[in-house]
């Protein structure tokens, strides 16, 4: 399933619109495709090419008492679909309780038209092999487990209302991760992940080169005493911690409801002058949409800047509310979260990762967390464990490695420790939804609370 193109998009969307009887209607209008291969030591283990239409209708009715609204969703194009939707989303929204703070639907706006890449679309399995061939070949060698997942997608997204907003983009993506585990799993393992715009961009080799790396070195994990260390956390482990921030920390709703941990600090400075942190779905590294859930376009938004944090982001709701100007970031409405900052971006530092590493007397260098949890929204305490290669450092020098450690922290204190700032960025997700760009970060009494037999 190919993705649908701007007028293919725009024009069904706007047939929906034609025929809605509600006051006021926003039609959006999702396409994705995905094509992926997980692998294993056997080799392919489940594949898929597919793909998905998703249309969403959101109908407004206003009268003498107030506005109400609704949102109905169908996967299809199909008329024999959407045509319930609409009649479905009037009927949710006739019945809807009034919204005393219900924004109208925003007008015309010029956001950035975005084009994925051609070539990350056409990405085939064949092509896809060699990627999985090489790895199986490297863990064969060095007698290692592999487990991973190719994939390349793309996704295209138009919205159209009827005060007359119409906004398209589409974007694609290209992935590769690699896990290599001792056999029988006993001893430690290693891990390796690019994440790019554009399949040309993805270097297969590194990422098959740096898991096997990891997982040699790691082969006879020893164990280690909890407590409180410097680490400097890898990008993959940087971005498990700051994602969190991203679901419950930048946005104005959680400000307002007193949950974020934004809250009694705007303006001040709580972190280390050379840290810069943004929302940016426009970074040339790795964009997103241009353009919200409202259609909005997404502004740029300093959260942190020379360590001082800033304002919170917002919808059309919310910078209604405060009386501030709307910086992009609504979910699709109605929706009982508020806005979200999902295109987290850490500014590089001036040190290499090496150089990170040598500013630490006794300490550890941290791949990758799993099993994160937030305990505590307001200081953003999280915990979770190390995965997939720990290492003791001493005197400035990766030593042995050493057995999994699980962390209590507080985010808003880890980061106000930050003592040095790599200069590499990179995109990295984690074992749950979204990516953060950023660095690897070197955090003085990282406080770790118990050890594992693994």
């Given amino acids: 399933m190919e993705l649908l193109d701007r007028d293919e998009t725009l024009d069904l969307a706007r047939r929906v619109l034609a025929a809605s009887e509600a006051d006021e209607t926003e039609v959006t209008l999702t396409s994705t495709t995905d094509r992926f291969v997980r692998f294993a030591e056997s080799g392919p283990t489940q594949s898929a090419d597919r793909g998905r239409y998703r249309l969403a209708v959101r109908a407004i009715f206003a009268d003498d008492e107030g506005r109400r609204q609704a949102r109905a969703t169908c996967d299809g194009v199909d008329e024999s679909l959407w045509r319930p939707t609409l009649e479905r989303a009037a009927e949710l929204a006739r019945c809807a309780p009034f919204d005393p703070e219900l924004p109208a639907l925003g007008g015309p706006v010029e956001a950035e038209r975005r084009r994925p890449d051609e070539a990350t679309l056409a990405h085939s399995f064949e092509e896809k092999a060699g990627w999985v061939r090489a790895a199986l070949d490297a863990c064969a060698r060095a007698r290692l487990v592999p487990a991973g ?8 997204c138009g919205l159209v209302n009827s005060a007359g907003r119409e906004v398209y983009g589409a974007r694609s993506r290209a992935a590769l991760s690699l896990t290599a585990s001792a056999p029988g799993f006993d001893g430690g393992s290693g891990f390796g992940e690019q994440i790019r715009e554009r399949v040309d961009e993805l ?55 007193r949950s974020s941990f934004l809250c009694g600090r705007r303006g001040e400075r709580v972190f ?79 040190e290499s990762q090496a150089e990170l590493v040598a500013g630490v007397e006794r300490g550890l260098l941290v791949t990758q967390f799993h099993y994160t949890n937030m305990i505590d929204p307001k200081d953003l305490t999280l915990t979770g464990m190390t995965r997939n290669g720990t290492f003791l450092i001493e005197g400035g020098r990766v030593r042995s490695a ?34 953060v760009i950023c660095p690897a970060l070197r955090i003085e009494g990282f406080q770790f609370t118990s050890g594992t037999d693994f």
Wanted: hydrophobic share 40%; aromatic share 6%; net charge negative.
């Fill in 149 to 156: 997942l190719a994939q390349t997608s793309g996704a295209a």
């Fill in 203 to 257: 270097d297969p080799a590194a990422v098959v080169s740096r898991a096997m790396e990891k997982a040699v070195a790691n082969r006879e994990p020893v164990p280690i005493d909890p407590g409180a260390y410097t680490v400097v956390l890898e990008p993959s482990a940087v971005s498990s911690l700051l994602l969190f921030a991203s679901y419950r920390g930048w946005g104005a709703q959680e400000v307002e409801e």
């Fill in 402 to 435: 050493v057995r999994n450690l699980r962390f209590t922290e507080s985010l808003v204190g880890a980061l106000g420790r930050v003592s040095g700032i790599g200069r590499d960025l990179d995109v990295a997700g984690a074992l749950f939804d979204g990516e």
């Fill in 272 to 350: 280390p002058e050379g840290l810069n942190i943004a929302d940016d779905a426009g970074h040339p590294l790795y964009s997103g949409h241009a353009f919200d859930g409202e259609g909005s376009p997404r502004r740029r938004v300093e959260l942190v800047a020379r360590g001082v944090v800033g304002e919170p982001v917002t919808d059309r709701r919310w910078a209604a509310k405060l009386g501030v100007e709307n910086t992009g970031h609504a979910l699709e409405q109605p929706n009982s979260h508020g806005p979200m900052a999902w295109h987290t971006v850490v500014a590089p530092g001036e």
